[in-house]
């Protein structure tokens, strides 16, 4: 939080600036144009503790009655503390000293009102517009929101929010998805068990052409991309040419269901270690067979074991390998 003599600092300057007549209502021209927030202007500033201090005001005069229409009076300000986005990797914060008006309609009922602005919410501690910087940054920048809550001065709650609050928008909009030709579907591990709760799963859709990430859906069942499917647009299904999935067969049967013109394949990765898996239950099976027992030091096809998972490429090098060793064992 800022210090009180800070704002009290801030604030004095201001009021003297005001009492000279240096100020001419267009503050710091140089400053409101790099500061650059619509509707506003720099009066003063200062470097705080490694941190920028920016006296902001509206440059509106006067504010009409939303009751009766009739302009009103100035009826005091108040200082409103907001952090904004940071300058070269320094963080700001702007102290708005904001006024509130008073109609002067003697039949109006409205009485007094503070002047509002879209981009500083009602008690909020950063502006709009770093809110969304700090979620562009964390999305799309891959940044931690500890990272960018330490840039921007807040704690990490406070940076989490406005991630949650302008991500969930984005989310939202059916647009996000666009044209997939190559959708992928596995299974993906979100909260590992404890004491209180089970090992929980999200099911991952991916564009494969594009290597992006399009959804993450809790569950493992056919049902979740049945269901993730039955959502997409009218026609977005007739696009998709291959689906590529872990051997699960719920997914399986999902895919043939939902997607019955695509082409079914079990991605590379699970295939690899499904023949990886295969060609050790027969090493495996092929030693109890000649030996009777499991695989010992010594025995030949317990030697080869890691040779055997090997791809088509290592094997060459172990080949290499092999003569250097030779002499030692003569
Ligand atoms: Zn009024």
């Known amino acids: 939080m ?25 503050g710091d021209a140089d400053a409101s144009v790099l500061f650059n927030l619509c509707g506003f202007a720099v009066r003063a500033q200062m470097m705080h503790e490694g941190e ?72 909020a501690s950063l502006t709009e517009r770093a809110r969304r910087d700090i979620c562009r940054r964390v999305g799309r920048e891959l940044d931690t929101v500890a990272q960018v809550a330490r840039e921007f001065g807040v704690g990490w709650a406070t940076a989490h929010q406005a991630v949650i609050d302008h991500g969930d928008q984005l989310i939202a909009d059916d647009q996000r998805i666009g044209r997939v030709t190559g959708l992928g579907v596995d299974e993906h591990t979100f909260q590992h068990a404890n004491a209180s709760r089970r090992t929980q799963m999200v099911t991952t859709f ?16 056919g049902e979740v991309v049945r269901t993730w499917i039955d959502k997409r647009p009218v026609g977005w ?9 872990d051997a699960f067969a719920g997914y399986a049967a999902a895919i043939r269901d939902r997607l019955p013109d695509a082409r079914l394949v079990i991605d590379h990765f699970h295939a690899i270690r499904l023949a990886s898996e295969t060609v050790n239950d027969v090493r495996r099976r092929v030693q109890q067979d000649t030996t009777g027992h499991r695989g010992r030091k010594g025995d030949p096809l317990y030697g080869i074991r890691r040779l055997l998972q ?4 290592k094997p060459e090098r172990h080949r290499l390998a092999t003569p250097a060793r030779r002499p030692r064992c003569r």
């Open 310 to 313: 090997m791809t088509w490429k």
């Open 52 to 123: 920028w201090w920016l006296a902001i005001e509206t440059l509106e005069a006067r504010s009409a009655c939303r009751s009766c229409g009739v302009f009103g009076v100035g009826n005091g300000r108040r200082r409103v503390v907001v952090r904004d986005l940071p300058i070269a990797g320094t963080p700001v914060v702007l102290v708005w000293s904001k006024p509130t008006w008073r109609c002067r309609e003697p039949l109006c009922g409205r009485g007094s009102w503070p002047e509002t602005c879209d981009e500083i919410a009602v008690r």
């Open 206 to 221: 991916v564009d494969i052409d594009r290597g992006r990430l399009l959804d993450a859906v809790p569950g493992r069942s």
């Open 2 to 26: 800022p210090e009180a003599s800070t704002i009290l600092w801030i604030a004095t300057f201001t009021e003297l600036e005001e009492a000279s007549g240096v100020r001419n209502g267009s």
């Open 237 to 245: 299904t007739d696009q998709i040419q291959v689906a590529a999935i």
